[in-house]
């Protein structure tokens, strides 16, 4: 079982930023598609961004992109999501991934391993 850990939620006004952060356990990183997916209130969860295990590859959902960025230091472990002109919409519990396949804005498989989730709420 690979644990993921994410840092870096909590509350900001929209148009505000947040960087969210996934820590992995040494070398997972750098084997396993990353990603970031989100559940709304009241709503399934949805996909946000992946990012293939050397970076050279990213995607995301239409609703994010341009807005989001996500990144990964595979010497840290870690996976990131910047995320910029936040709107009240974006307000989810974002979940960490690793182990799924996805093209430019949508995943195509489920992931292997979840994070806890990290809340993000953006007041409007």
């Known amino acids: 079982q690979v644990q993921l850990v994410e840092s870096g939620g909590g509350l900001v006004q929209a148009g505000g930023s947040l960087r969210l952060s996934c820590a992995t356990p040494?070398?997972?990183?750098?084997?396993?598609?990353m990603g970031w997916f989100r559940q709304p209130p009241g709503k399934e969860r949805e996909f946000v961004a992946g990012?293939?295990?050397?970076?050279?590859?990213?995607g995301y959902a239409k609703s994010v992109k341009d807005r989001f960025t996500i990144s990964r230091d595979n010497a840290k472990n870690t996976v990131y999501l910047q995320m910029n002109r936040l709107k009240p919409e974006d307000t989810a519990v974002y979940y960490c991934?690793?182990?799924?396949?996805?093209?430019?804005?949508?995943?195509?498989?489920?992931?292997?391993?979840w994070g806890q989730g990290t809340q993000v709420t953006v007041s409007s």
């Open positions: 040494e070398r997972t990183s750098s084997i396993y598609t």
């Open positions: 990012i293939s295990w050397n970076g050279m590859d990213t």
């Open positions: 991934a690793a182990g799924f396949s996805f093209t430019s804005n949508q995943p195509l498989s489920g992931a292997r391993f």
